[in-house]
């Protein structure tokens, strides 16, 4: 079957591509695009999406850049500055001049990510719904509440809530939020970050209930895996995120596996060819 990831970051110490702050720069080693396709090549992972890194910030030329040298590997999924009055103009610039495809979005539940209230978010969502590009959703389940929201306002736009919005096990209240968003016929959920969410070493059997959970509300059309490397490096290998799901969950038949290892992916990010 065909293996796509649609959730990696990285980055390099290559001074064309400056930090936005050099004072703060991303904790641990360079991990940059040559890496990731060893990676891949060692695990039979066809294809990657790149998501811009927070530490980056607005300056997506690094993905860009790893699309255009390897086009037939990567795609990319950048940022804009959400309090940014111009952002939606900038989600264009990126998508039509660079070739981007996707935004993140990372509102905060707390009063830091209020921004995803005020005014400047409905514009962007529509924007990114006229370019036809999918909004990724970094979260916590508090959240979902003001995307559903912004969602009714926005048909034909696809959204992939990332990593489950990372809810616990244990909290009933947020996994009811986040089924709740299977009612958008649009959006997606990416079945990661269990290695994050377990008390139990590999693989994590304890998180194994809540995805069993997603995939029966949201259908295998809907759902993907995804590494997160390097993020997933301080519990979790690259190679462990994969066969978490295509060797550790029994629950998932064959057919279904086949879409929630790649050809999901392929329903939001083409890669130049459409999903069968």
């Known amino acids: 079957m065909r293996i796509i990831d649609p959730h990696v970051h990285i980055w390099t110490q290559d001074p064309a591509f400056p930090w936005p702050d050099p004072d703060n720069p991303p904790t641990g080693d360079e991990r940059n695009a040559e890496m990731l396709l060893e990676l891949m090549a060692i695990n039979g992972v066809e294809k990657t999406v790149l998501v811009q890194p927070i530490h980056n910030l607005w300056d997506n030329s690094y993905v860009i850049d790893a699309v255009k040298r390897y086009p037939d590997k990567f795609t990319a999924v950048g940022r804009v500055d959400p309090q940014d009055p111009a952002n939606a103009d900038h989600l264009t610039v990126w998508t039509e001049e660079h070739g981007m495809h996707g935004v993140r979005l990372s509102p905060a539940v707390d009063a830091a990510g209020d921004w995803f209230t005020g005014p400047l978010m409905l514009p962007l969502f529509k924007r990114a719904e006229q370019l036809g590009v999918p909004m990724l959703i970094l979260t916590g389940p508090g959240r979902l509440v003001d995307l559903a929201r ?27 939020l986040l089924m709740e968003m299977a009612r958008f016929p649009r959006v997606y959920v990416k079945i990661s970050h269990t290695w994050r969410l377990s008390v139990e070493p590999y693989p994590w059997r304890d ?12 259908g295998a059309e809907r759902i993907m895996w995804g590494t997160d490397w390097p993020v997933c490096l301080a519990q979790a290998e690259y190679s462990q995120a ?8 029994p629950f998932f038949c064959q057919e279904d596996l086949e879409w929630v290892l790649g050809k999901t992916v392929l329903r939001l990010w083409p890669f130049g060819e459409a999903a069968s």
């Open 150 to 176: 912004l969602l009714e306002q926005v048909p034909d736009l696809d959204v992939s809530i990332d990593h489950m919005a990372d809810v616990h096990m244990d909290d009933a209240a947020g996994r009811k």
């Open 207 to 218: 998180t194994h209930g809540l995805v069993e959970e997603v995939y029966q509300t949201f």
């Open 242 to 249: 994969l066969t978490l799901v295509r060797d550790e969950m």
